[in-house]
């Protein structure tokens, strides 16, 4: 995975405005992000608009999962901007960016093993006091995934993979965010199940207008969901455009769609791949 290095002066100077500045909901401006002296991101901006779906692809490493955890503050960013719903949340707490309504689906769904389904996503509602409104929202959800109501009494750990993401996903939205972070929600389940879920995600988003920022390796599903997509490489957005113009993308066909054809996505074809810039 060897990318040779730019000069500074470079890098996303206009940020590829992939989305129209209009209305954003998050809007995050040149960051930077360090574990210990190793920079991960390196001036990425990029901007969800209000009510839509916003992929970033990238292969296994690029930083897609450091770039939302610097947006729900787990990881402080050393510069840079990241501004929610009109406000600057950089350096906050994540405890007070989830109060805002940002939800954050982290990578590997981290479910509460031992605890039952449905006391999982009462901890997702823990902000709230509206007991009435707390049961239609459990409504509401089951209506999305039935199998979580199959399944309200087993504890969570029981679950398979696939209906942990369902329940990591509707844990998120019991506390009715205005925008999800979504850390690659196809993460080791079957194309069958990854359709399934990405189907309810593009629900939610029209049903009740949650806005998501959705990371992912897998393009082809990312790309057929999402209104406007980033690709990251290495730390650095490298191309934006709306997906049905990125899927049309000879780039994008050879190096993230064309998995079949070159075996399994990842290594060999990154191995070949060029940067865009
Ligand atoms: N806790 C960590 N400590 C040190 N380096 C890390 C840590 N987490 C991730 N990295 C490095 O940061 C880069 C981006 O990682 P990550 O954001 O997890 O990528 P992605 O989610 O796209 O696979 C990688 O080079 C990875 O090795
Ligand atoms: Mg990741």
Redesign the pocket.
């Known amino acids: 995975m060897t990318v040779t290095a730019e000069p500074e002066t470079q890098v996303d100077a206009a940020p590829i405005a992939a989305a129209p500045a209009a209305d954003a909901i998050l809007k995050v401006s040149n960051i930077e992000s360090y574990y210990g002296p190793i920079m991960a991101i390196r001036g990425v901006s990029l901007e969800v608009p209000r009510g839509s779906i916003v992929t970033v692809l990238g292969a ?1 490493g690029a930083g ?3 770039i939302l955890k610097t947006i729900s503050g787990v990881l402080d960013p050393l510069k840079g901007t990241v501004e929610f719903d009109g406000k600057p949340i950089q350096r906050l707490d994540p405890d007070r960016i989830v109060r805002l309504g940002l939800g954050h689906v982290p ?1 590997g769904r981290e479910v509460f093993p031992f605890l039952t389904v449905r006391d999982n996503l009462m901890m997702g509602a823990y902000l709230r006091t509206d007991t009435a409104g707390i049961e239609a929202d459990l409504e509401r959800i089951y209506g999305y995934f039935p199998r979580l109501k199959e399944r309200i009494s087993q504890p969570a750990g029981h679950l398979s993979g696939g209906e942990q993401q369902m329940l990591a996903i509707s844990r998120a939205l019991m506390n009715r965010p205005k925008l999800l972070l979504l ?2 929600p196809s993460l080791g389940l079957s194309p069958l199940l990854v359709k399934e879920i990405f189907a309810i995600i593009a629900r939610v988003n029209a049903e009740e207008g949650v806005s998501m920022l959705l ?1 992912e390796q897998n393009a082809r599903m990312a790309l057929e969901t999402a209104h406007h997509g980033y690709v990251l490489e290495v730390g650095r957005i490298v191309m934006a455009d709306t997906c049905a113009r990125l899927r049309e993308s000879k780039d994008i066909q050879e190096f993230y769609l064309g998995a079949r054809d070159h075996g399994e996505r990842g290594e060999r074809r990154w191995k070949r791949k060029k940067t865009w810039r």
Do not use: G, L, S
């Open positions: 296994n897609k999962t450091t990578e850390d690659e990371v």
